[in-house]
């Protein structure tokens, strides 16, 4: 029987590193954790006067998060500000948070995991228009796309 190759890092005489657990919210609050990283960034929202704030509950309608929280911003400058601070604030709090969009500032998204952030401007939030799509009441929608007769 043969013996396994020894990983690169031990033949050069290192140690390999050692993998750090990412910093999640369960790892951080237990099963409160979206809630309060759902309060934390709703406070970093106040603080930048985000405009317009809308918080929706996502329990129930997808899994791809718990909160969706919708803010407008009077300018692009002010759209990006808003996004950095949360990733940078969130980061203080060991919660990871990446930001897509930052490039034009007319609609970015803060994905936190479990709260994902839509910042928008003014107009482009009125022409989406996300809240009416996702303050829908999903639970009374049939899907069936047959029905015997």
């Known amino acids: 029987m043969k013996k396994a190759a020894a990983p690169a890092a031990k033949k050069a ?5 050692e993998k750090k657990a990412a910093a999640t919210p369960d790892a951080k609050a ?10 934390l960034i709703m406070k970093i929202i106040d603080m930048d006067k985000g405009e317009d ?4 509950n996502l329990a129930g309608k ?8 919708i803010v407008t911003g009077t300018s692009s400058r002010q759209v990006i500000s808003m996004a950095e601070r949360i990733r940078d604030k969130l980061a203080t709090e060991k919660f990871r948070a990446r930001i897509e969009g930052k490039e034009s500032g007319d609609w970015v998204i803060v994905d936190a995991g479990d709260v994902i952030v839509h910042l928008f401007r003014a107009e482009v939030r009125e022409f ?4 009416k799509l996702w303050a829908a009441d999903f639970s ?6 047959y029905h015997s007769a």
């Open 13 to 17: 005489g290192k140690a390999a590193p």
């Open 53 to 56: 704030v809308v918080s929706i």
């Open 128 to 131: 989406y228009n996300l809240e």
């Open 30 to 39: 237990g099963a409160n954790a979206p809630h309060k990283l759902h309060e």
């Open 140 to 145: 009374t929608v049939d899907y069936t796309l």
């Open 62 to 69: 997808t899994a791809i998060a718990d909160y969706m929280i």
